[in-house]
């Protein structure tokens, strides 16, 4: 096996990506369904939920500055800015920039539609960058 340094650079390029929309995946399918099971806010699951959420936050934080660093590295050496695979795939990003700003800014991490389409926009970029 020969590896250089761009493997790495596409190693923790997929790695930052398992952890944001694998963990997003975590949230909606395990977590959000037992904090709705078990009263939503109303009840005192909000004790637990909220630090879990804060901490993905941070998490999906790291992640996302991780991807937004070596994307653009990869797409640069790899000379992919003019695929359409890649115009496709900036615009999700851009679509998923968004939707996480108004959920984290404005509905304040409270509204599970917006939840959903950030998890759908993550799991279209994934099957987007296949293509490249």
Known sequence: MDLNGWDFVLWIHLLAMAVFVGGQLFLGLAVVPTFIAQG??????????????????????????????????????????SETAMNVKMALVAVAVVLTAIHVFIAKGANHMLQGLILLDSLAIVLVA???
Do not use: C, E, N, Q
Request: glycine share 14%; aromatic share 12%; proline share 4%.
């Open 40 to 81: 939503g806010s109303d009840g005192g699951a909000s004790t637990w939920m909220k630090p879990i959420a804060r901490r993905f936050g941070w998490v999906s934080l790291g992640a996302l500055l991780v991807l937004f660093i070596t994307g653009p590295m990869m797409a640069s050496h790899l000379d992919l800015w």
């Open 130 to 132: 296949t293509a490249l």
